[in-house]
């Protein structure tokens, strides 16, 4: 079993949850699935996660080729402090102080743009 992201909300949920805990939608096929090292693994994919442990790391989707990891930081910092920064390709992982930090960026900051993106 796998944590899932919510179609309506994009709101991260864990494994055992059948409605999303942020709006309430139902679980479905199409709902994206995080895999063991926090990576999406697409509509009804996804590997077994390795720890249900909730982690400090988010994963950031179709960042913009401009971002850059003081970007990046700088707009998450807004919400809560963050340790580190690393971007590959089209995607970063924003590393914060704590699991309660990172679950705070998580719920507050769906509205965050970083370089327009």
């Known amino acids: 079993r796998s ?3 919510c179609i309506a909300c994009k709101g991260q949920n864990f494994a055992r949850r059948t409605q999303c805990f942020k709006c309430g939608a139902e679980k479905t096929a199409e709902c994206e699935l995080v ?5 999406l693994g697409g509509p009804g ?3 077994e996660p ?10 950031a989707k179709h960042i913009s ?6 970007s990046i930081a700088d707009g998450c910092r807004a919400y809560a402090q963050v340790k580190e920064v690393r971007v590959m390709h089209s995607y970063a992982l924003i590393e914060f102080y704590s699991v309660e930090y990172a679950t705070h960026v998580l719920n507050t900051a769906t509205a965050l743009k970083i370089d327009g993106a």
């Open 3 to 5: 944590d899932w992201i």
């Open 35 to 39: 895999g063991p090292n926090g990576f």
């Open 45 to 47: 994919g996804g590997e």
């Open 50 to 59: 390795a720890s249900a442990v909730p982690s400090p790391i988010l994963v």
């Open 65 to 70: 080729p401009r971002s850059s990891d003081l």
